[in-house]
């Protein structure tokens, strides 16, 4: 958490930039300094800006900004290492929404749990035109989530996450695995 660091120094303080002419006047030294004292925290912040930038270093309380400028969201019932995991992982994740292999990695992300996404892979085709197409009409899959026997898993939330992850028109059911 940030917040007011008592006697914080400025790094260039002004008073040393003036002409020798005023380096000498009691005002001009005590409004210097006084200036020195409200700039030094806007110096030490830009100083710090990428730590802020870094999902390693950011504070806690900016993880949801930094996740917003990732264009992600991160829940903030999550843990804090969770979190971060996440949003190392944003590029890789927005580069394969909506696969097979997206799917799988925003899951183990978000909730830490091994996923696997059965699906036929099948293509239907016929040789002759305006046949109907064997299979099924709808695209389908099947995320199958492993978790520990005893190991809770929250499968309503899980259930949006991957319906937010998903081509939109492919129907999906989640099935948790306990063993």
Do not use: N
């Amino acid at each position: 958490m940030r917040g007011h660091v008592a006697d914080l120094a400025s790094p260039h303080p002004i008073a040393r930039t003036l002409p020798g002419l005023y380096q000498d006047e009691s005002f001009v030294e005590r409004f210097c300094a006084a200036l020195d004292e409200v700039l030094a925290p806007v110096v030490a912040t830009l100083d710090s800006w990428p730590s802020y930038l870094d999902v390693a270093t950011t504070p806690e309380d900016l993880l949801p900004w930094l996740a917003a400028w990732t264009g992600m969201t991160v829940d903030p019932g999550q843990p804090r290492g969770r979190q971060r995991l996440l949003l190392r992982q944003a590029a890789a994740l927005h580069g394969s929404q909506g696969t097979r292999r997206g799917i799988e990695m925003a899951v183990e992300a978000v909730f830490g749990l091994r996923a696997e996404v059965r699906e036929t892979g099948a293509a239907a085709w016929s040789m002759e035109a305006d046949a109907p197409l064997p299979g099924e009409p709808q695209q389908a899959f099947v995320l199958q989530v492993f978790a520990a026997a005893d190991q809770a898993v929250d499968e309503e939330r899980l259930d949006l996450v991957v319906e937010g992850l998903k081509p939109a028109h492919v129907v999906h059911r989640v099935e948790v695995v306990h063993g």
